[in-house]
């Protein structure tokens, strides 16, 4: 083996959303440079909307990812609200929490058993998996249609919902609707229990970086749609003043912005960051769960993720069921709207961390200016800080195991770089 120089590249990371690279220089057996290249052109969705009516930004942003539609016309739907001073019923807050909690199952889903876990159990994808494991995939498609039955039932279809709207829903769905899911639900919460405690058997390296995790806080729920921004460092701020601390600025070797505390660099969003400031929020069954697979706050291996995502799943599985059993139906969809010039933003817990929107609009509806920053931009310099610390633990690894850490430590993000784009290609170089 030449150790002059060795070059490792992967085409391709697969199991991610999106396309992108990696790029790793090791000079002198200490990583020299870690870069999370994202190359997918940008899709100019925040052009797309100017000049568009503020009624077309759910659906429009929803267009943004296939995986988590809801929360892109979640955050859009609160910052339309936010800036002409709308009140939504609690009735209907609590409905699009329920329609959320279908995306989170599906995407969480999605991640555990068919992206992540292969990682984990040494295959190269969810179908070999599934030879020696088929029990447990087939619990995770339960899951997921779970959470594609919500979709369906309140947001009209499994794929891109068309039932938000700015005040409320286009229709809210019938009891009876709404009833004939709790079967479905109840099964999921036992797989949901199976999947926490297998889980917890998977090998975890022991990597545990001091990140400054930041997600939504609220007093009475674990925050999906509403709450304060909270950061394990001490942060503690309305969403308004998002912009005051956080800022995206540009790498030279991406397409993609990086967002980073203003004077503080790299945070962490995601599930860990829910699990670490939002504990005491989960539901008993969860917590109990979760701490007899060993997992309690503050949790910093990022590999964890995969139990921390199971152990919501346990969590708003059984938060579904409540909220159907408890739920009537509105009088009206959907308040007025009562359109007026501002300036406002909204914050929800897309599956992969918090998804900022703001807006502004004149006295017509029409949308002047529009920022979108999703988990992924947020998370990107805490990916590349992970590589950087991860590889410099593993360089006398062969290439080939190199390069699957690498990868697996950037699915812990469980990255939608198509979102991003407003990973991956690998390549290692080693010097002297």
Known sequence: ??????????????????????????????????EVRIFEPPRFFEAFLQGRRYAEAPDFTARICGICPVAYQTSAVQAMEDLMGME????????????????????????????????????????????DHGDMVKLGLELKKAGNALFACIGGREVHPVNVRVG??????????????????????EAAIQTVRWTATLPFPDFEPDYEFVALNHPEEYAITRGRLKSSRGLDLPI????????????????????????????????????????????????????????????????KSIMV???EMLHVVEEAAALIEAYEEPEEPAVPVRI?????????????????????????????????VPPTSQNQKSMEADLAQFAGRFLDLSDDELTWRLEQAVRNYDPCISCATHCLKVRVVREG
């Open 240 to 303: 308004s003043a998002y912009e005051d601390h956080f800022a995206e600025e540009q790498a030279p070797y991406s397409h993609a912005l990086q967002s980073v505390r203003r004077g503080g660099g790299a945070y962490f969003v995601g599930p860990l960051a829910r699990f670490n400031l939002n504990f005491k929020q989960l539901s008993p069954l969860a917590q109990a769960e979760a701490r007899s697979a060993g997992l309690t706050p503050l949790v910093r291996n990022p590999f």
């Open 309 to 311: 995502r199971a152990v």
């Open 340 to 372: 007026r010039a501002g300036k406002g933003c909204g914050i929800s817990e897309a599956p992969r961390g918090i998804l900022y929107h703001r807006y502004r609009i004149d006295d017509q509806g029409l949308i002047q200016e529009a920022q979108i």
């Open 88 to 131: 939504v019923p609690e009735n209907l807050v609590k409905l699009r929490r329920l329609l959320y909690i279908g995306e989170w199952l599906s995407s969480h889903a999605l991640h555990v058993f068919f992206l992540h876990a292969p990682d984990f159990l040494g295959y190269q994808d969810a179908i070999q998996m599934a030879r």
């Open 1 to 34: 083996m030449n150790k002059e120089q060795r070059i490792i590249k992967v085409d391709y990371l697969a199991r991610v959303e999106g396309e992108g690279g990696i790029f790793l220089k090791i000079k002198c057996d200490r990583v020299e440079r870690a």
């Open 168 to 189: 409320g829903f286009y229709r809210a769905p019938t009891k009876k609707e709404l009833t004939v899911l709790l079967e479905q639900l109840k099964k999921g919460r």
